[in-house]
């Protein structure tokens, strides 16, 4: 029997402990490492408490953790290692551009040679970056071609992009979802990179997100779905300016993003309000230990107060016990703290099958 008390009231106790931790949760700075010891420590709780039958809203934080902790960070404790691999195939991250007088594309991975009055250059086959075909045109049917630029002119816009977005990863306060956001922006204004790859970068950047954050996933979930619906590859060879597949799917991935832009924005924008707005909701109320239940020596059951504290009056008190119906965990509301100051409380309506000395506590809401 003392064991099976113990084991009643070992869960109220630790709930205040478990309940300080979740409350102060930054999910701004909290790492995946810290994250996972709370979601280990929020699980024996569970399962040692009795389970703890008090009123608790904590599933939404739960979740929200369990997605930081899934996170593989690298050695700065940071997903900057998983945005990089979404930009460094070659034909992103170090990719230069040569325009015809005709129209056509060339990316290429260094910057054409000029022999007299011809440029020489090998130009890219596949999207990442692993094949190349050698290629000649005479300077008058290069655009830049006569007046010999400089090297940074013939950087590719999504070169050019992945140079804007190198410094949001090497931030001294990285904050994951603002971080990604600010990313996501930057894909999206860039409209001189080729539709398909903003589209698949768009797509990669918000499964990243899902994967890694539950605020974003709620807002990134129905996004998902709508780009499988848009009708654009994850296999186009974007790189080949006269691929027939690639334009048709560029029409698509042009006509999505020119649509749906402001939509995406302003949803996404939504998750910092989202995240705020949980670490500020309710956990469920605290609880104190304010006195044990017996028997006076009438034989009446009573619950004995050290002491009445000004802002308890007029305060529930309950004890926890297991129904004899079920004999499920419950909190039994036995009495209020009574507006003057005494040292006893009569429980009339007290299970004459309770045993004496069990604690007494009370909830205490927003604290």
Request: glycine share 6%.
């Amino acid at each position: 029997m003392l064991n099976e008390e113990q084991m009643l009231y070992r869960g109220v106790l630790q709930w205040n402990d478990i309940r300080r931790k979740l409350i102060t949760v930054s999910f701004k700075t909290i790492r995946s490492a810290e994250a996972q010891l709370l979601v280990d420590e929020v699980g024996k709780f569970l399962k040692d408490s009795g389970p703890y039958p008090g009123p608790m809203e904590m599933d939404d934080r739960l979740n929200a953790l369990k997605a930081v902790a899934s996170r593989k960070t690298g050695a700065d404790g940071t997903l900057s290692d998983s945005i990089r691999g979404i930009f460094a195939a070659r034909t992103i991250s170090s990719c230069y551009l040569v325009t015809t007088t005709e129209g056509e594309l060339f990316y290429t991975p260094q910057i054409p040679s000029i022999e007299g009055s011809i440029y020489r250059f090998n130009y890219f086959t596949t999207t990442t970056g692993t094949q190349t075909a050698s290629k000649t045109l005479g300077r008058q049917k290069v655009r830049f071609g006569a007046d010999g630029p400089k090297e940074d002119d013939w950087l590719s816009p999504q070169t050019k992009l992945w140079r804007q977005i190198m410094p949001v990863l090497t931030e001294e306060s990285p904050d994951f979802e603002q971080d990604l956001l600010r990313i996501i922006e930057l894909v999206l204004a860039a409209d001189t990179v080729d539709p398909i790859l903003r589209f698949l970068t768009l797509k990669k950047l918000l499964k990243l997100g899902a994967e890694n954050s539950e605020f974003f996933r709620v807002r990134a979930e129905k996004l998902l779905k709508d780009l499988d619906q848009a009708g654009v590859s994850l296999l186009t060879n974007w790189v080949v300016f006269d691929d027939k597949r690639a334009a048709k799917d560029r029409s698509n991935a042009e006509f999505y993003l020119k649509n749906r832009q402001a939509e995406i924005l302003a949803e996404l924008k939504q998750v910092s309000a989202d995240r705020s707005r949980l670490e500020k909701s309710e956990l469920g109320p605290a609880t104190q230990w304010v006195g044990w239940m017996h028997k006076d020596t009438d034989g009446r059951w009573v619950v004995s107060l050290p002491s009445v504290p000004v802002k308890a009056k007029g305060a529930r008190l309950f004890v926890v016990g297991r129904d004899n119906a079920d004999g499920a965990v419950k909190m039994f509301d036995i009495a209020t703290y009574p507006e003057a100051d005494t040292t006893k409380i009569g429980v009339p309506n007290a299970d004459p099958t309770w045993p004496e000395g069990r604690p007494v506590f009370r909830l205490i809401n927003g604290s």
